[in-house]
């Protein structure tokens, strides 16, 4: 399983970007699929995640703001984010947990991060 993240970038305040996550290969399924993302010095928090019911789990400070969703391929996710703030800068990883055919249900997935800059 390969996780290929992209949509960052520069937006300015209050703007919106989409962000999209696909998962390469096949014989696999995502059960759980998510997004988090990390500032310099920071640990990285979760942001959105959604699960194989589609039942979406959100941040705090991002909660009706951003929208996570899966596509109909259930191995690509999704992240709008709305009425964007500087402090959401940062860099974004998408997430996922797999079943199938070679992949054990416990291990973690991770893209290679997409840069967001949201300029004040």
């Known amino acids: 399983v390969q996780l290929q993240a992209s949509g960052g970038g520069l937006a300015e305040t209050g703007g919106s970007l989409i962000l999209s996550c696909a998962a390469s290969g096949s014989g696999f399924i995502a059960s759980n699929l998510g997004w988090y993302r990390q500032t310099p010095g920071k640990e990285r928090e979760l942001v959105a995640r959604i699960d194989a019911d589609d039942r979406t789990d959100y941040e705090l400070s991002v909660k009706d703001r951003f929208t996570i969703s899966r596509g109909s391929d259930k191995n690509t996710v999704y992240l709008r984010m709305n009425s964007l703030k500087p402090e959401d800068s940062a860099v974004y990883f998408c997430?996922?947990?797999?079943?199938?055919?070679?992949?054990?249900?416990?291990?973690?997935?991770w893209g290679q991060g997409t840069l967001v800059t949201v300029s004040s």
């Open positions: 997430h996922g947990r797999f079943t199938g055919w070679g992949v054990r249900p416990s291990d973690d997935y």
